[in-house]
């Protein structure tokens, strides 16, 4: 594409010969002469002066003349409001999607005759189980080795990564994404302590509702809810190996990164931001709005939008306080 055509599919600015063009995307630190790339983050404002892209996408704000260039050849710039969101419309157009699965059923797939699977480009890939009364909406892509056992249901425009498997009952919603090795309504955590001190398994008799748009990552695993649901609402975006037990209700937008584990019953709000490795007890519930800064403890309920981190979550400038009045501390000791 032409210089001036990739500025028109991103709303962008051009700095530059608008005649020049790139055939592929790079990463700033490597990119090559016909590659364009982008610089969202200041970390890496630094690699402009040595980078060979032939364009780089930058926010508004970037002022080139603060980098020495080492070749002293001019880089075309595009500016934009966002340089991130505008390189994955770039990624679309230079690096279409593959076709993971063909349309049609896989001939060693085990399809129930009482399954309802939609006539619109659906694909079901080699070694599917799809169990009784499932119901598969259109443009559904199942791949291979996953199962779906009895009463599944999902919405249109699914993605199914291999290796996963989706308990009876569970609904799946429209435009959702689930990677490899997860696991979609295993019994939730359940045990009641006996006189003789063995324990007794409690039933788990709910589902889990997945709901619109929400991408689901690697070998994550989430509870079927004892009774009622498990429910993960629209636009929630989990990250790899990730716990949520029975009953747990995620809101809308809500991101969390990989190794979190989240205790029963317990409900987080809209639009929040969770990190790595965070920990959050059962039956407590957590406002709209909310960071969790990584490997935080959440013991209570919290009430009030903000950041929060610390061993026992807190106000993440109160854990900061602490920390320094400890470390002024130490240093006065030593």
Known sequence: MKLSEVAALIGGELVGDANAE???IGKIESAKPLDVTF??????EKYFSTTSAGAVIVSKKFDPSHYKRTDKRAVPLIKVEDPYLAFLTLLDNFLPKTELQKIGIAETAVVSSTAEISDEEVRIGSNCFIGEKVKIGKRVSIL???VLLAGVETGDDVLIYP????????RI?????????????????GQAKNPDGTFQKIPQKGIVVISDDVEIGSNCSIDRATIGETIIHNGVKLDNQIQIAHNVEIGENTVIAAHTGIAGSTKIGKNCMIGGKVGIVGHIQICDNVILT????????ITKPGTYSGYRAQPQIMELKQEAFIRSKLKKKN
Do not use: L, M, Q, W
């Open 173 to 189: 919603g429209s435009r959702v994404i689930i990677h490899s090795g997860t696991v979609i309504g295993s019994d939730g955590f």
């Open 39 to 44: 610089i969202a983050n200041p970390v890496y």
């Open 163 to 170: 290796n996963v498997t989706i308990y009876n009952g569970c």
């Open 22 to 24: 790139v055939n592929s």
């Open 294 to 301: 990584a490997a935080t403890n959440v013991s209570k309920s």
């Open 144 to 146: 291979p080795n996953t």
